[in-house]
């Protein structure tokens, strides 16, 4: 398994982990949309920070409905379809607590940086200053 496939599995395993501990019905589910969704906001990450090195228009919102609706079904093969939490509790539980502390804060951090990037640059650099 590559290594993004493993720090993928490892952050659902994460997410699912923290979702099953607040009491949700799904939390498999949940941690794939989860997932899903930081993995989207990643790739719109990338495009905004190259089209801030070189300017170009962006493609309609249409354009990324495929990515949208893509990641969770491609998420839900991988994830979901044959999920099995003892052996993903097998590999991560007995992870020591202050790497497990660390690396949940890792994700918080990536979180918010994946949500809050595009946001900063709509306040730095608004779309009618670009055109």
Do not use: C
């Not at 952050?11 to 969704?37: K, N, Q, W």
């Not at 930081?38 to 919102?61: E, H, N, R």
């Not at 893509?70 to 052996?87: M, Q, T």
Request: proline content about 5%; charged content about 20%.
């Amino acid at each position: 398994m590559s290594k993004i496939m493993l720090l993928f599995q490892y952050i659902h395993y994460r997410f699912y982990d923290f979702f099953r501990d607040r009491g949700d019905d799904t939390p498999e589910f949940t941690a794939t949309l989860v997932l899903s969704l930081l993995q989207f906001l990643t790739l719109i990450d990338i495009v905004f920070a190259i089209q801030l090195l070189y300017y170009f228009p962006l493609p309609s919102k249409l354009y990324f409905l495929p990515l949208l609706l893509g990641i969770p079904v491609l998420n839900w093969f991988r994830f979901e379809k044959s999920f099995d939490i003892v052996e993903l509790d097998e590999k991560w539980r007995r992870e020591k607590f202050k790497k497990r502390l660390i690396n949940g804060w890792l994700i918080l951090i990536y979180l918010l940086l994946v949500l809050l990037f595009p946001v900063v640059l709509g306040i730095l650099y608004p779309a009618s200053a670009r055109l």
